[in-house]
Antibody, heavy 122, light 111 residues
Framework: QLQLQESGPGLVKPSETLSLTCTVS??????????WGWIRQPPGKGLEWIGS???????YYNPSLKSRVTISVDTSKNQFSLKLSSVTAADTAVYYC??????????????WGQGTLVTVSS | QSALTQPASVSGSPGQSITISCTGT?????????VSWYQQHPGKAPKLMIY???KRPSGVSNRFSGSKSGNTASLTISGLQAEDEADYYC???????????FGGGTKLTVL
C-alpha cells in the first residue's frame, strides 16, 4: 500500500526558506504517469495546490507561488522536496504531499500524506 | 486562476440525499468532465472520493456519485450517514499554466 510522509521543521522565521521532504513508501516514485504534488491548507481555510513534479524532474507550479517555489525529486531515496522562499505569516499552513495522476487534462490526487503544520513566526 | 465556487455549507438528515455544487467556467469545469472530489474530516488528510467526473476509487461507497452540467459539477451523497459529515472539495484542470484549481470547500452537516 502506497504511503507518503511529510517531514521538516514546524517553525520557520519570516523571510527564510521553508523546506519539506515527502518520503514515498510501498511503491516507486519513478512510476509512469504519476506526478508527485504539494498542496497546502492554511488554518481554517481551503486547499491550495503548490506544484507537482515527475520523476524525470519535469515540474508544474501554481502561478501565484511560482516565483518562490522549487520542487525537486531524489529517485534514489524515493523522496521529493519542497522549498518555499521568502515566507511570511500567510504561508502558515498544513502542507500535504500526494501522488498526482496527471495525464492530459485529467488529474487527481491519491493518496495523501498525513500533513505537517508549518508555522511562520519569529 | 480563481478557485472554483462551492457553497459554504450544506446539511441533511440521515437517510436523505444531498448535492454539493462546484461552479467553474468554460475554461475549467465546463471544458472537461474530469472533476475530482475530496472528503476531509477534521484534522485529517483529504481523501479522494470521485475522479474523472464520476468514477469512484476502490473502497469508496456507491452512495457517492459525481456528475456535470455545463460549468457546474456536482457531488451527490445518497443515504446520508453520520460519518459523511466532513468538508468536501472539488478540483479541476484549468489549463496548461494552471493544471490544478480547487474549490473553496463545503462543510456538510448531518443533522
Amino acid at each position: 500500500q502506497l504511503q507518503l510522509q511529510e517531514s521538516g521543521p514546524g517553525l520557520v522565521k519570516p523571510s527564510e526558506t521553508l523546506s519539506l521532504t515527502c518520503t514515498v513508501s510501498g511503491g516507486s516514485i519513478s512510476s509512469s504517469s504519476y506526478y508527485w504534488g504539494w498542496i497546502r491548507q492554511p488554518p481554517g481555510k481551503g486547499l491550495e495546490w503548490i506544484g507537482s513534479i515527475y520523476y524525470s524532474g519535469s515540474t508544474y507550479y501554481n502561478p501565484s507561488l511560482k516565483s518562490r517555489v522549487t520542487i525537486s525529486v531524489d529517485t534514489s531515496k524515493n523522496q521529493f522536496s519542497l522549498k518555499l522562499s521568502s515566507v511570511t505569516a500567510a504561508d502558515t499552513a498544513v502542507y500535504y504531499c500526494a501522488r498526482h495522476w496527471y495525464v492530459g487534462e485529467d488529474n487527481w490526487f491519491d493518496p495523501w500524506g498525513q500533513g505537517t503544520l508549518v508555522t511562520v513566526s519569529s | 486562476q480563481s478557485a472554483l465556487t462551492q457553497p459554504a455549507s450544506v446539511s441533511g438528515s440521515p437517510g436523505q440525499s444531498i448535492t454539493i455544487s462546484c461552479t467553474g467556467t468554460s475554461s475549467d469545469v465546463g471544458s472537461y468532465n474530469l472533476v475530482s472530489w475530496y472528503q476531509q474530516h477534521p484534522g485529517k488528510a483529504p481523501k479522494l472520493m470521485i475522479y474523472e467526473g464520476s468514477k469512484r476509487p476502490s473502497g469508496v461507497s456507491n452512495r457517492f456519485s459525481g456528475s456535470k452540467s455545463g460549468n457546474t459539477a456536482s457531488l451527490t451523497i445518497s443515504g446520508l450517514q453520520a460519518e459523511d459529515e466532513a468538508d468536501y472539495y472539488c478540483c479541476s484542470y484549468a489549463g496548461s499554466s494552471t493544471p490544478v484549481v480547487f474549490g473553496g470547500g463545503t462543510k456538510l452537516t448531518v443533522l
